[in-house]
């Protein structure tokens, strides 16, 4: 099973920033290429959710909330037991490690594809089920240290930032939409993979000037930023398996939990804990996490379900 092709362009970004060639992206275009991502996920499993709201799912979304709200306690205890972290750093590494990475949730549905393994259309309302709960938990984690929070900030953060509001807001269109929809999706769907392959190349860069930031916990934060993922991925394995998914549903589940946000929840958390330093988190969850999962980590997941349970 060889490397995706879209993943080569992370190589790239990584190789060019660690030799300091001269390749810049503009802010701009990295910007517009989050956005175009998150459209681009959200109108594609909108237009699926239209054809699938059952009871059923709504038993499957409640279990990946509760998913949620699990792993950042996973996280928290290994923090302060083996890293010996201070609460809040401790708190706020899980609360990053709770939530998702939307661009490692495309890198993963771009292999699936490419291996032509399918999956179920709806997952992006999981992934934006599972933006938010880890947020509420990190700050409730921090709160046993007696951090004072602005409630009107948190939650302008968890419901009103970019991520969320392009990833439901294209939700919405997909499912109001349905049919409709056909009309704009030759220019979401058939250039989503070139636009990923592009953004990868801008992600490969910032990964690797994080790699220099990791400092005097280097070796803690590396080995944190392998093997939470792995909890993480065994842990949405097993969850996927108990609600009855698919293959590629089990790869998807168990790639969202081995995932780390470095986008949404920095953006909370700042807002919400003014006084965290928010580095380690960014540093483990961007310069360790983002790297393992691309470049190991999903054909990893995908080769273990496909040989010990589908």
């Given at each position: ?73 996973i ?57 938010a ?66 953004f ?20 803690f ?8 993922p792995l ?12 609600l ?67």
């Amino acid at each position: 099973m060889g490397l995706d092709i879209v993943v080569a362009f992370f190589m790239l970004g990584a190789v060019a920033q660690l030799v300091r060639a001269e390749l810049s992206l503009p802010q701009s275009l990295y910007q517009s290429l989050v956005i175009f991502l998150l459209l681009a996920i959200g109108l594609k499993g909108g237009i699926a959710l239209s054809e699938h709201v059952t009871p059923a799912l709504l038993i499957e979304a409640a279990a990946i909330l509760a998913f949620g709200f699990v792993l950042p306690l996973i996280a928290f205890p290994l923090l302060r037991s083996f890293g010996h972290l201070p609460r809040l750093n401790a708190a706020t590494i899980a609360a990053h490690y709770g939530s998702v990475s939307v661009a490692t949730y495309a890198v993963a549905v771009a292999f699936l594809e490419g291996q032509n393994i399918p999956y179920e259309p709806y997952f992006p309302l999981f992934v934006a089920l599972l933006e938010a709960p880890a947020i509420a938990v990190g700050l409730w984690l921090a709160s046993g240290k007696g951090e004072s929070t602005d409630r009107k900030a948190i939650l302008k953060e968890m419901m009103l930032n970019q991520g969320m509001v392009l990833l439901l807001g294209g939700l919405l269109i997909g499912w109001w939409g349905g049919d409709r929809a056909d009309r704009i999706l030759p220019f979401f769907g058939e250039l989503f993979h070139g636009v990923l392959a592009l953004f990868l190349l801008a992600m490969g860069q910032k990964a690797a000037e994080r790699w220099r930031e990791l400092g005097n916990e280097a070796s803690f934060l590396a080995s944190f930023g392998v093997a939470m993922p792995l909890i993480g991925a065994v842990s949405g394995t097993a969850l996927a398996y108990l609600l009855g998914l698919s293959q590629g549903g089990m790869i998807l589940l168990a790639t969202l939990g081995a995932s780390a946000s470095y986008i949404a929840v920095p953006a909370a958390l700042s807002a919400a804990l003014p006084k965290a330093d928010l580095g380690p988190a960014i540093t483990a969850s961007l310069g360790v996490t983002f790297p393992f999962n691309v470049l190991v980590g999903i054909p990893l997941y995908s080769a273990l379900i496909t040989h010990f349970i589908t």
